[in-house]
């Protein structure tokens, strides 16, 4: 009996380990996707798509939304190391908020029952919750913040949305035309390139035999 406890506390601590490794070589490899950005067309320049979120959502689905929020952590603490901050930290800290708002309600939904229609509804649910977190946190968080950082007002920060989309003329339009769309983009970009590796890269991160 003691035997089999050693075992299990063994094989245990060997899966913990194991865990803990994938969560950080994901969060570097978010950290690395995260230096490649590019602008959108209908969104000011300082609003820079990227995939990061990729292998946080590969994460969260394999090891759960626990490790997919610590995966997250993971990628903003990094990129804080090697980049710094110019928002404060502010900017840094509404990333990982919205980040999380997308893959954590992805993994809950997708650990209930594994299945790829669980893992699109997740994502789904994941996007439409990151667009509504990322409206309010740019609204009432992002914006505020970079207008103290650059020292621009608000109003002029709207203006470059109005400069690439003149129905742009206020904080609600820039909300609704610029900032929704980014999110509902990034959403389905990650949601897509997620579906394509996942069943490639999850038995690795398991440590199954492919």
Not at 1 to 12: D, E, I, Q, Y
Not at 40 to 61: C, H, N, Q, R, T
Not at 92 to 113: E, H, M, S, T
């Amino acid at each position: 009996m003691s035997s089999n406890t050693n075992t299990v506390a063994a094989s245990a601590a060997k899966s913990n380990i194991r865990n803990m490794v994938v969560i950080a070589m994901l969060g570097a490899v978010a950290m690395i996707l995260q230096l490649f950005e590019f602008p959108l067309w209908f969104a000011p320049s300082f609003y820079e798509i990227d995939l990061s979120e990729v292998p946080v959502m590969i994460g969260s689905f394999a090891l759960g939304p626990v490790a997919g929020a610590l995966i997250e952590l993971v990628k903003n603490l990094l990129k804080l190391v090697i980049k710094g901050t110019n928002t404060a930290f502010v900017g840094d800290i509404a990333n990982y908020l919205i980040g999380c708002a997308l893959v954590v309600p992805a993994g809950i939904i997708y650990k209930r029952k594994k299945s790829k229609k669980n893992a699109i509804i997740g994502m789904a649910a994941g996007t439409l919750f990151m667009t509504i977190a990322g409206c309010f946190i740019n609204a009432y968080v992002l914006l505020p913040a970079y207008s103290k950082a650059f020292g621009m007002p608000i109003d002029a920060l709207v203006g470059m949305g109005t400069a690439v989309n003149p129905a742009i003329t206020g904080l609600g339009t820039f909300v609704i035309l610029a900032v929704a769309p980014f999110n509902i983009i990034k959403g389905i970009a990650v949601s897509v390139v997620t579906l394509l590796l996942y069943k490639y890269i999850s038995p690795i991160l398991k440590g199954q035999t492919v």
